[in-house]
């Protein structure tokens, strides 16, 4: 356990409807970063956070795509109007500068059917 | 062409062999970190190094800074180091990634 936390674990969704996903990163850490990986790739940048300011976007992250974190704390992940592209596992982690380590969570698996 | 390019792609060893996995970039990069992912998508930091060689256990890991290369070493491998290793690059633009490296080792 790395002290990152992401619920749920695995989401099942018909296309078209939305999901939101949620990561509980470290308590202390400033940056929070989502990454996206499909089967046999490795992560892919989606966005970061430092602290309540979501500092840069992937063009990755469509418009059907937005994340928050209000608090600086939690942060939420939410897509709309899913589409079977956007199966794959989605990864938080966080870290307490940018050049630290980074801590992940365990992931969300979603699969769009 | 990815920025962050690994080999191999697959790696079967026997128990108690020396495994290296190599990592090169093309990107600049202030640091170089290792990460080992689990069946069931966990990743786990391994290293993060910017110069030289760093070891953790039987985990050696190198970087050339001016070749843009690093290696992850593991010495007397055992099945439970089986899983896919993956670098990534980090400077002022968030983590890229390489594609990764499954490892098997065999009892």
């Known amino acids: 356990d790395t002290g990152v936390s992401q619920n749920p674990r695995h989401k099942i969704t018909k296309r078209g409807q939305n999901v939101t996903f949620r990561c509980d990163p470290i308590s202390e850490h400033n940056r929070l970063y989502w990454y996206r990986q499909t089967l046999g790739q490795g992560p892919e940048f989606l966005t970061y956070?430092?602290?309540?300011?979501?500092?840069?976007k992937s063009r990755l992250l469509s418009d059907r795509f937005s994340a928050e974190r209000p608090k600086g704390s939690f942060s939420t992940l939410e897509i709309q109007r899913t589409e079977q592209g956007d199966s794959a596992m989605y990864l938080c982690?966080?870290?307490?500068?940018?050049?630290?380590?980074?801590?992940f969570g365990p992931g969300t698996r979603l699969t769009v059917l | 062409k990815n920025e962050v390019e690994q080999s191999p792609q697959n790696l079967t060893a026997q128990e108690g062999e020396f495994i290296t996995i190599n990592c090169s970039y093309s990107?600049?990069?202030?640091?170089l970190h290792w990460l080992q992912q689990h069946p069931g998508g966990g990743i786990v930091s391994l290293f993060m190094?910017?110069?030289g060689k760093k070891k953790h256990g039987r985990l050696i890991a190198t970087i050339n800074i001016q070749e843009k290369h690093s290696s992850l070493h593991i010495t007397a491998s055992h099945p439970r180091d089986s899983a896919v290793y993956i670098c990534?690059?980090?400077?002022?633009?968030?983590?890229?990634f390489g594609k990764g490296t499954r490892l098997s080792v065999i009892a």
């Open positions: 990107v600049g990069i202030s640091a």
């Open positions: 956070f430092q602290n309540e300011a979501q500092l840069e």
């Open positions: 190094l910017s110069s």
């Open positions: 990534a690059g980090q400077g002022n633009t968030p983590l890229v």
């Open positions: 982690a966080s870290s307490l500068t940018w050049t630290d380590t980074q801590y």
